[in-house]
């Protein structure tokens, strides 16, 4: 007797279908190609079999742990295959895994762990001992350490130790990696985002970077807690190809594993791509196996003489749209040649409207803010119901930025709805800056401004109000920065005045960068 179903008759108890989950993508990698290297990350090597074996172990590890459905993982540490068997392993046993930005301070770390609540932080002894001496002292995590990249440690006792998994079908709608944004209220959020989606953006990211055309091999140098190499990494497992783990860039190791390993395609931004460069275009280098992007050569002449370039037309149009809480991209320029609009226009996973304050759609040709639905969004923040009500509503997500309609139907990016810092590949939002620097008691009133900056696009400018009567230098300033939030976001210029402009009680920004020389922001202007 077959059951009746939406999707026609099936068999009494059996279902074919499968949810989009990495895990099935693992699955199936296991048996189609199982002797196919996966990654490698120093001197670990490991197949495709061999990893999904890992996976399984540590799954089982995490259960015996405490992380159930629903339970939250913390990676305290660089770039390693051990952060992608993670977020394949939690996918396992319905639970998350948050990778954290390792180049925070401290007490923004500390602050990420203690909104978290992670029942395990896995973490790498070389780099994080003293915050992680931190956190044991006040709460009952447990804590796997990751000593090296290949040698014992409490995680690989963990995993040795651990009895075989017992597989169950994964819930692509569940959250599967948490990844705390940028500070657009003064604290980061952590934007969840599921299995569906994670698979859904992976493959668009594949496909627009044109990993169907060859083997890719990838160099996952630039940081992964960024969702650009997280994708790229997860592109890259998902058609079957090697990730090439570097913990952090530096420049010879990178040119090294591209020439050695045969990489096909990094990303590498501000800086490090003259930085490569410099150590690429050294007598007896041979990097003719990496694909170039435009925007490497833009960067850096050099880069025309090194490595080849992509034949497919996708490659070549690199205007896109998108935000980590969308898992990635939204729309692409790759979809939308010759069209008006530099973001392009949406992949099928998304549908977007352009919205005035109220929700209603606007005209062709006006600004407002840009809203999307569809599998890749994620179910908002963690631990943050009341701000996830105003961004998602009426189905849609609100994005925050400000966008608008060409009348080709294409789409353009204006800017965020609140200014945004960008220096190299950080976001940075003033109020997170404006809040530290009134920590001083020396200051009374601060802010911080986007000036130009020939090397990082835009780098921050504390213009400060002090105290009648009281001294403090610029190195003062920009040293109390540096000890309470990440370094990246610290001033590099402090300008003293005697009070700042205001309509009101508000900041009149427009007049302090007309002032102070402020400028280059994100988008194309209004």
Same mark, same amino acid.
Request: hydrophobic share 40%; charged share 20%.
């Given at each position: 007797?077959?059951?009746?179903?939406?999707?026609?008759?099936?068999?009494?108890?059996?279902?074919?279908?499968?949810?989009?989950?990495?895990?099935?993508?693992?699955?199936?990698?296991?048996?189609?190609?199982?002797?196919?290297?996966?990654?490698?990350?120093?001197?670990?090597?490991?197949?495709?079999?061999? =990893?999904?074996?890992?996976?399984? =172990?540590?799954?089982?590890?995490?259960?015996?742990?405490?992380?159930?459905?629903?339970?939250?993982?913390?990676?305290? *540490?660089?770039?390693?295959?051990?952060?992608?068997?993670?977020?394949?392993?939690?996918?396992?046993?319905?639970?998350?895994?948050?990778?954290?930005?390792?180049?925070? %301070?401290?007490?923004?770390?500390?602050? &990420?762990?203690?909104?978290?609540?992670?029942? &395990?932080?896995?973490?790498?002894?070389?780099?994080?001992?003293?915050?992680?001496?931190?956190?044991? #002292?006040?709460?009952?995590?447990?804590?796997?350490?990751?000593?090296?990249?290949? *040698?014992?440690?409490?995680?690989? %006792?963990?995993?040795?130790?651990?009895?075989?998994? !017992?597989?169950?079908?994964?819930?692509?709608? =569940?959250?599967?990696?948490? @990844?705390?944004?940028?500070?657009?209220?003064?604290?980061?959020?952590?934007?969840?985002?599921?299995?569906?989606?994670?698979?859904?953006? #992976?493959?668009?990211?594949?496909?627009?970077? %044109?990993?169907?055309?060859?083997?890719?091999?990838?160099?996952?140098? #630039?940081?992964?807690?960024?969702?650009?190499?997280?994708?790229?990494?997860?592109?890259?497992?998902?058609?079957?190809?090697?990730? $090439?783990?570097?913990?952090?860039?530096?420049?010879?190791?990178?040119?090294?594993?591209?020439?050695? !390993?045969?990489?096909?395609?990094?990303?590498?931004?501000?800086?490090?791509?003259?930085?490569?460069? !410099?150590?690429?275009?050294?007598? *007896?280098?041979?990097? /003719?196996?990496?694909?170039?992007?435009?925007?490497?050569?833009?960067?850096?002449?050099?880069?025309?003489? =090194?490595?080849?370039?992509?034949? %497919?037309?996708?490659?070549?149009?690199?205007?896109?749209?998108?935000?980590?809480?969308?898992?990635?991209?939204?729309?692409?320029?790759?979809?939308?040649?010759?069209?008006?609009?530099?973001?392009?226009?949406?992949?099928?996973?998304?549908?977007?409207?352009? &919205?005035?304050?109220?929700?209603?759609?606007?005209?062709?040709?006006?600004?407002?803010?840009?809203?999307?639905?569809?599998?890749?969004?994620?179910?908002?923040?963690?631990?943050?119901?009341?701000?996830?009500?105003?961004?998602?509503?009426?189905?849609?997500?609100?994005?925050?930025?400000?966008?608008?309609?060409?009348?080709?139907?294409?789409?353009?990016? $204006?800017?965020? @709805?609140?200014? @945004?810092?960008?220096?190299?590949?950080?976001?940075?939002?003033?109020?997170?800056?404006?809040?530290?620097?009134?920590?001083?008691?020396?200051?009374?009133?601060?802010?911080?401004? *986007?000036?130009?900056?020939?090397?990082?696009?835009? /780098?921050?400018?504390?213009?400060?109000?002090?105290?009648?009567?009281?001294?403090?230098?610029?190195?003062?300033?920009?040293?109390?920065?540096?000890?309470?939030?990440?370094?990246?976001?610290?001033?590099?210029?402090?300008?003293?005045?005697?009070?700042?402009?205001?309509?009101?009680?508000?900041?009149?920004?427009? !007049?302090?960068?007309?002032?102070?020389?402020?400028?280059?922001?994100?988008?194309?202007?209004?």
């Amino acid at each position: 007797m077959s059951a009746s179903t939406p999707g026609g008759p099936q068999i009494a108890g059996h279902d074919s279908r499968a949810d989009m989950t990495l895990g099935n993508v693992l699955a199936e990698h296991r048996r189609s190609r199982p002797h196919e290297l996966a990654a490698v990350d120093g001197p670990v090597r490991l197949t495709y079999s061999e =990893l999904a074996a890992r996976v399984d =172990l540590l799954a089982s590890a995490l259960l015996q742990a405490g992380v159930g459905p629903g339970g939250r993982v913390l990676w305290l *540490g660089q770039n390693s295959y051990r952060l992608l068997e993670l977020i394949l392993a939690v996918g396992e046993v319905g639970a998350t895994v948050c990778p954290v930005n390792w180049r925070q %301070s401290p007490a923004e770390i500390e602050f &990420v762990f203690d909104d978290l609540r992670p029942a &395990v932080v896995v973490w790498e002894a070389a780099t994080f001992a003293d915050v992680v001496e931190r956190l044991a #002292s006040r709460c009952d995590t447990a804590f796997l350490e990751a000593t090296d990249r290949s *040698g014992d440690s409490s995680c690989e %006792s963990a995993i040795a130790a651990a009895p075989p998994l !017992e597989r169950t079908q994964a819930d692509g709608a =569940l959250t599967q990696v948490i @990844m705390y944004t940028a500070a657009h209220d003064g604290r980061p959020n952590g934007a969840m985002l599921t299995q569906q989606g994670l698979v859904a953006s #992976s493959f668009m990211h594949a496909a627009v970077n %044109s990993l169907f055309e060859e083997r890719p091999v990838f160099l996952a140098a #630039s940081p992964m807690f960024h969702i650009a190499t997280l994708l790229g990494v997860l592109s890259t497992f998902l058609v079957g190809g090697t990730n $090439v783990f570097l913990p952090r860039v530096t420049a010879k190791e990178a040119c090294d594993l591209i020439e050695s !390993e045969r990489c096909t395609w990094a990303y590498l931004t501000g800086p490090s791509i003259s930085e490569v460069a !410099e150590f690429a275009t050294r007598p *007896g280098r041979d990097l /003719s196996c990496l694909r170039v992007p435009e925007a490497y050569v833009k960067t850096d002449s050099r880069w025309a003489g =090194l490595g080849r370039t992509a034949t %497919s037309p996708w490659a070549h149009a690199t205007g896109a749209f998108g935000q980590t809480e969308t898992t990635g991209v939204i729309s692409y320029a790759a979809l939308a040649h010759g069209a008006r609009g530099a973001a392009g226009r949406p992949s099928p996973w998304f549908q977007v409207r352009v &919205v005035d304050p109220d929700g209603a759609e606007v005209d062709n040709g006006q600004v407002g803010e840009i809203t999307a639905r569809g599998i890749a969004i994620g179910p908002g923040y963690w631990n943050r119901p009341d701000l996830n009500q105003r961004r998602l509503r009426d189905g849609w997500w609100h994005t925050g930025d400000l966008g608008r309609r060409e009348p080709d139907g294409s789409l353009s990016f $204006v800017g965020p @709805m609140t200014r @945004m810092i960008k220096s190299g590949k950080e976001n940075i939002y003033p109020i997170e800056v404006e809040r530290c620097l009134l920590d001083h008691p020396a200051i009374t009133d601060a802010a911080a401004v *986007g000036v130009p900056d020939p090397v990082w696009e835009q /780098s921050v400018l504390a213009v400060v109000v002090t105290a009648d009567g009281v001294e403090l230098t610029a190195e003062e300033v920009i040293a109390h920065c540096r000890a309470r939030i990440a370094s990246y976001k610290k001033p590099r210029h402090v300008r003293f005045v005697t009070e700042l402009p205001r309509i009101g009680t508000r900041l009149d920004r427009d !007049e302090l960068d007309k002032q102070h020389g402020g400028g280059g922001y994100p988008g194309v202007g209004r």
